[in-house]
């Protein structure tokens, strides 16, 4: 009987174990990554190849090193102007020169918040983490180098925008990298004007592919890796569900993104400086907390700026995460901001190129050395076992359990802001492709928010490599266009400067 019974119940367990030996089925966020990993391997070994560089292992991205040429040379080409005109920048934010009578949009403000929620997104909190992990503290040191020098490539880029843009036949104002490259070449090199256009169209091509590769997927990916994070993560209610918080994200920005510049100025005007904020607030809590660590830590950022202890490529390698990762978060360079800095009201373009300086400097500057410092404070960047967005919760935790929780509100409306103002930077691209088309801007909107959904269902790995490349790509026809366009700048910035000084242009009076 004994036997007889042992027998049946290794029978009736047998189903079980065979399926539990059995592979289980790849559900649908498997399958979208097993697709997806190829193609994004093969963008990023195009656009970020890299070569040798200082010995060391060192190697850098030749589009990482175009940026950095454009920012020093910006810097130098407008005498230092992201130290010269930072003032200025704040006056005209705060309203001093408004003009609403003017052909755009929105106010300096606003379109201000609009661009800095397209850059103060997860690359201030998931990049910073992967830019240490890497590169060492000494990365932090070079992030805010980059972020000065991006100062410098913003106001060129943003001007220009203003510049050259258009004013459509519904009152709405078209105007970025895709306007100065076609129009402004052609205006000042008429020889040139097929090459203008060749560059204009393929940028607009690379605005497209990057808002769908760092605006929507990237942005998505790390906000949904912070609430699986915090609810219990693989063994969690939400693993292997990404493709349903997408949906949930998706809906939520398309509600603002089809209502245009002006319900996105709306909301990112109310949006950005409360985020901001919180977020300061949070890391400054941490930091102060762990006061004692402070010093230790700008010595360990100083001495890894200069000697990198344990950083494959040594300086050089801290260097050029640090550069890549700021270029990554504040897009200086790229031109992407120029497309929504062209919608202020404003008579003189060149005033929204100093406007532009504050976006790098609260980008980068702030919020990504708030971020570096709480990671090197709590020493995280040590311990392993986590990358992106997770690292950068585990130092908020070291302070309290429950700050992780705080940390994926900010995260969600980082995510959230900067995928609203992406989205419209890829619709006024294909805008500019379709001559306009109200259809086509449409249709690429919906495109972007599948990509929402394709985001939450790869994991990092695959998607790091392509979000950087399909955005700094942006790089090459950009600066391009702003090397040719620069004489216009100085000459149009030297008028600017002389009617500021002798009162042409005065503040306004207020009642």
């Not at 934010?93 to 403000?109: L, M």
């Not at 008429?190 to 607009?204: C, E, K, Q, S, T």
């Not at 026809?477 to 008028?495: C, D, F, K, Q, T």
Request: proline share 4%.
């Amino acid at each position: 009987m004994r036997r007889f019974l042992a027998f049946l119940l290794a029978g009736l367990c047998l189903p079980a174990t065979v399926l539990a030996q059995a592979p289980a089925a790849p559900g649908l966020d498997e399958r979208i990554d097993a697709m997806f990993k190829p193609v994004a391997d093969a963008i990023a070994g195009v656009v970020l190849h890299a070569v040798p560089v200082g010995g060391q292992g060192a190697a850098i991205p030749l589009i990482v090193a175009w940026l950095i040429l454009g920012g020093l040379v910006a810097t130098v080409a407008f005498r230092f102007i992201n130290v010269r005109g930072f003032v200025h920048g704040f006056r005209l934010i705060r309203g001093d020169y408004a003009d609403p009578g003017s052909v755009g949009e929105v106010s300096h403000f606003r379109a201000l918040t609009a661009a800095v929620s397209g850059t103060v997104g997860l690359g201030n909190i998931a990049g910073v983490a992967i830019a240490i992990t890497i590169g060492g503290p000494g990365a932090t040191f070079w992030m805010i180098v980059a972020g000065l020098l991006g100062m410098s490539a913003k106001f060129a880029e943003c001007a220009l925008g203003v510049m050259y843009r258009v004013q459509n036949a519904d009152g709405t104002v078209s105007g970025g990298p895709m306007y100065y490259l076609s129009r402004g070449i052609a205006a000042n090199y008429p020889a040139l004007a097929g090459l203008g256009m060749a560059l204009a169209g393929f940028y607009a091509l690379c605005v497209m592919a990057g808002a769908a590769g760092s605006g929507a997927m990237f942005q998505a990916n790390q906000a949904y890796a912070q609430l699986l994070q915090v609810t219990g993560g693989a063994e969690g209610p939400l693993a292997g569900r990404g493709w349903l918080f997408g949906i949930g994200i998706a809906t939520l920005t398309g509600l603002v993104v089809l209502g245009g510049m002006t319900r996105i100025g709306a909301v990112t005007a109310r949006l950005v400086p409360g985020m901001a904020l919180l977020y300061v607030l949070g890391a400054l809590f941490v930091i102060g907390s762990n006061v004692g660590q402070v010093p230790a830590a700008f010595q360990a950022i100083l001495e890894g700026a200069f000697t990198a202890p344990g950083v494959q490529g040594g300086v050089i390698g801290a260097l050029i995460m640090g550069f890549q990762r700021a270029a990554f978060s504040n897009e200086a360079g790229l031109g992407s901001a120029a497309i929504a800095h062209s919608a202020v009201k404003t008579r003189e373009p060149m005033s929204e190129g100093f406007v532009a300086l504050w976006e790098p400097f609260i980008d980068t500057v702030v919020i990504c050395t708030m971020t570096a410092l709480v990671i090197i404070i709590t020493n995280q960047h040590t311990v392993g076992g986590a990358d992106g967005i997770a690292l950068t919760s585990n130092a908020f935790a070291t302070v309290a359990p429950w700050f992780p929780y705080a940390l994926t509100v900010v995260v969600f409306l980082f995510a959230f802001s900067t995928m609203i103002t992406w989205a419209y930077y890829g619709a006024k691209a294909c805008g500019f492709l379709f001559r306009e088309s109200r259809w086509a801007q449409a249709a690429f909107t919906w495109v972007f928010l599948a990509m929402v959904v394709v985001g939450c269902s790869v994991p990092l790995s695959s998607l790091m490599g392509m979000a950087d490349s399909l955005v700094l790509s942006m790089a090459l026809p950009n600066l391009i266009g702003v090397y040719l366009l620069m004489p216009v700048l100085r000459r149009e910035l030297a008028s600017y400067q002389a009617r500021l000084a002798s009162g042409e242009i005065r503040p306004v009076v207020r009642s």
